[in-house]
């Protein structure tokens, strides 16, 4: 084993209060099932040796298996262990679409569920981004999207008052909001992203079915129309466990600012 794996999976687990042993466990078993370490045969180690490698006991080793189990990672098989699910793609794939083609794709491989939909006042952030003077209110959606039963997508969206008015509940169980937006005569032009890492707070950790604190992928964008003006504000919180964003920046863009920037705000 090269011993830059070897540095990485023999490091001792954090004992510190309030940190889950079994959650810790689960992160390391994962990224070992992504990156190919259980290829061979698909079995993961025994309980046993998993109880000595991480100086822990049975019962919090059941647990991460139950949990690698219970999201599609891995199966229990009686009287034999555990192995890595048969057919998980765990190779990323290429991303090969553009923007709109990405959330046309993204809706009809999932099922949406509307949380909540109404002209709400927005924060001070999301109502400068969309050029609105409070109190002025926008309209404000809530959906999640799964993937069978499973949910991997919680969105929070901020539309100006001017094209809210076709965004109901009944529209976005029919159909994406983009589509919903162009359906009123809005041409999407230019979007900036920004992405972060936050913790699950109680009510996201209950829709997205994962534990209070858990890392969650915070992508947001602001979409504007062709003539630069912000007509979508939405937060997209995606699970780890089921997501990740990908990105295809072309040669002559790779000096601008399509790439991104790190910024450490102070």
Not at 57 to 78: C, F, K, M, N, P
Not at 90 to 95: I, N
Request: with cysteine; hydrophobic share 40%.
């Amino acid at each position: 084993m090269p011993a830059s794996k070897k540095s990485l999976a023999f490091q001792p687990l954090s004992r510190s209060p309030g940190t889950s042993l079994h959650r810790q466990i689960y992160m390391v078993l994962l990224n070992e099932i992504k990156n190919g370490a259980y290829a061979e045969t698909g079995a993961l180690p025994k309980e046993e040796s998993l109880c000595e490698r991480f100086k822990v006991s049975r019962i919090t080793v059941r647990r991460t298996l139950a949990d690698l189990a219970s999201q599609g990672y891995v199966e229990r098989r009686h009287g034999l262990g555990t192995f890595v699910r048969v057919g998980m793609d765990t190779v990323a794939p290429t991303p090969s679409l553009g923007l709109l083609e990405d959330l046309r794709r993204a809706a009809a491989d999932s099922l949406v569920e509307v949380l909540e939909v109404g002209l709400r006042v927005p924060p001070m952030a999301v109502a400068r981004a969309l050029r609105l003077e409070l109190p002025a209110k926008a309209m404000h959606a809530v959906r999640v999207r799964k993937s069978g039963d499973t949910p991997t997508m919680l969105t929070e969206a901020w539309i100006p008052p001017t094209l809210g008015k076709g965004v109901t509940a009944t529209a976005l169980k029919k159909r994406p909001l983009y589509e919903v937006l162009q359906v009123q005569g809005v041409e999407f032009g230019r979007v900036i992203q920004e992405l972060t890492a936050v913790p699950a707070d109680p009510a996201k950790a209950q829709v997205l079915r994962i534990g209070v604190g858990m890392p969650l992928l915070k992508l947001v964008r602001l979409m504007h129309d062709l003539d630069e003006r912000p007509i979508l504000h939405i937060s997209i919180y995606l699970s780890p466990d089921h997501s990740r964003i990908l990105m295809d920046i072309p040669a002559n863009a790779v000096n601008t600012m399509t790439t991104g920037q790190i910024i450490h705000p102070r």
